[in-house]
């Protein structure tokens, strides 16, 4: 296949299932070009009961991706857990087909990682809703004693603190990528940190501030003689029913840069929110970047042309680790430009995430390959002792007082019974 494939080991393999081959195939295209002759058969059939045959190829490592998403994971969920099981078990003497197998999403939708909190009327405190399952509890599940998976890597995750620990208690190492060292290229290169004005970088929640306070070192290297990071803005959602409420809790933004960041954009309101609250405490411009964008179908499109109008957001900026057009959705495109003006601006990343795949496919184990793309990888801290580290602000989220059962029935845990108050 040509000296691009010569120095990938022939033990080792990529895997793309039928479904998220086709749902993403711009980034299945660039898989491909990486990887040649090293993509691994995975096939769905059928017996003559129509019930199913799925038929994979062999290697001792094996990386097999997937994209988890709203309209989707239906499909994603059954080809992790048959094609995964299938490359796994070992249930005869012709033993398994890999003896490693490792999970890769470059986007997974992990923001249902807990069950509903919700408020209670003229109470401390939230209500657990029962009944409900947590999604990526149940993923981290499948992908370990299902598909028989020894890790997982993410682009970018959603609350990598919360989320990794549903995949650690399952016995998964957790390597999650960012897009923050390739973000601070293209600021760099299109000369939009040029001017002397101070830069901040802005965490709009608890969950991404690991992301942001990894990015506030890497724009501090591209951008201070000292190399020290830029300083950093904290914001706190506080939910309220269906409602977000940005808070701000520590960092001066007026006059200045700021760099705002999260990780997944759906329908537009909690960004459009976040940025009318960051608005109020006047800074001189916004850079506005969110590597995911879900796009909820209602909604989004008239959001982001409002943001769009603001004359201080001089960058509004996703990347395309999901498709920029999805089978059956036919809601407008999110990436053209409003009035002839300013537009939604993708960054490319297809090449850098079959790089990444590579590398830690053909990595000796996963601690090389956490080493190797160390400068890429968003450490797995606890974000609330790190903000107490740097701002003497302790942030604690708000105690879980009731279980909430359906019918409006509320029942107080025994340890918060006294501050319990029932609607």
Known sequence: MGELFEHIPPEYALAIPPASAAYHPDLTS?????FGDRLLRTEFATFSNDMPLHLVGEAGKILLVSTFNGDNWREASVEIAYFGNALTDNPDEAGPNTRELGIFFPFADLRQDARTRKPIKDSVGRAIVKAQGVTDRALAKIIRHVAGAHFVCFVDMHNPWKSAKAFTE?????????TNKILTEYLV??????????????STDMGIYL???DLSGKIGKAMNADKEPVPMVIFKKTRVGTDVIPEHIYGDLKGKRAIVID??????????ETIEAILKYDPAELLIFIPHPVYAPK??????????????????MVADTLPLVRQGISYPHPYLKFDGGKKVEVLKIHDWIAEKAHTILTARNIEEAIKILAEEIVELEDPYQLITEMTAITVTPEPNVAVYYEGQKYVPIPMYREIFRSP
Do not use: C, M, P
């Open 30 to 34: 660039a898989f491909q070009a990486r």
């Open 299 to 316: 909604g989004y499109y008239e959001k982001l042309e409002n943001i769009l109008k603001i004359d201080k957001v001089k960058l509004l």
């Open 263 to 272: 990780d997944i954009i759906g329908s537009g309101t909690t960004l459009e």
């Open 211 to 213: 992301t942001a306070y």
């Open 170 to 178: 399952q016995d998964l190492d957790v390597i999650n990528l960012s």
């Open 189 to 202: 290169a299109n000369e939009l940190l040029s001017s002397n004005l101070e830069t901040t970088v802005v």
